[in-house]
């Protein structure tokens, strides 16, 4: 079957660096992507990666491994108002996206 | 950027009554289009997809009688909750794609329906 795993909570402090990892069993990739929930609002894009490597964007930085079935998304200088959820997407050889349950950040001054 | 408008962001309805709610593309054409609902503190489950001018597939165990999905033309789908129960209320998200492997999701602003 398919699957995607990722912690479900996690705290850190303001200014500090957070990685969020996600793993997964697909049927076939065509990417994997990182979203951002905050509670109430539907998700907005935060990254892409379908290619081995890191993708940087400004504070967020996107991490992928494909023979590991691994990524990681990493926040730096982390600010209050990255307190959501975030989750991690896989996108299988149909072309549909498969969802991780999503994790929840907390962050404290 | 693409832009998905998605309307009402909220309703409270009585419970046996019909909820209609929409979801247009509103800088591009989409081809196919997803609904989402996610409880609390849940991640998203996919309940159907709508391609326009087809009938919408719907995942295992969501009622296609239960829930209409409409996707009339290429920029507007909407998704009809009939006969709801409070067990329904919950927060409905769409999003569309412009192509059948385009990358990218483009999330409406959801709707969040409670049913009394």
């Keep these: 079957g398919q699957n995607i795993d990722q912690p479900t909570e996690m705290t850190a402090t303001e200014g500090a660096i957070v990685q969020i990892n996600c793993t997964y069993q697909t049927s076939g990739f065509n990417g994997l992507f990182w979203y951002q929930q905050h509670a109430g609002e539907a998700p907005t894009f935060l990254s892409y990666n379908v290619l081995d490597g890191l993708e940087e964007k400004g504070r967020f930085s996107s991490f ?4 590991k079935g691994y990524s990681y998304l990493l926040l730096k200088e982390l600010q209050m108002k990255d307190s959501a959820s975030y989750l991690c997407a896989v996108m299988d050889s149909n072309y549909q996206l498969i969802w991780g349950a999503g994790t929840k950040l907390i962050i404290k001054p | 950027g693409a832009v998905v408008s998605q309307h009402p962001s909220r309703v409270i309805c009585k419970s046996g009554t019909s909820v209609k709610i929409e979801c247009r593309s509103l800088d591009f054409q989409a081809t196919t289009m997803f609904w989402y609902r996610q409880f609390p503190k849940q991640s998203l489950m996919l309940m159907a997809t709508s391609n326009e001018g087809s009938k919408a597939t719907y995942e295992q165990g969501v ?3 239960k829930f209409l999905i409409n996707h009339a033309s290429l920029t507007l789908s909407t998704l009809t909750v009939t006969s709801a129960h409070p067990e ?3 927060f409905y998200i769409c999003s569309a794609r412009k192509g059948d492997k385009d990358t990218e999701a483009f999330f409406g ?4 329906l409670t049913v009394v």
């Design chain 2, 109 to 112: 602003q959801g709707t969040r």
């Design chain 2, 63 to 65: 009622e296609k009688d």
């Design chain 2, 88 to 90: 329904d209320s919950s």
């Design chain 1, 64 to 67: 992928l491994s494909r023979s």
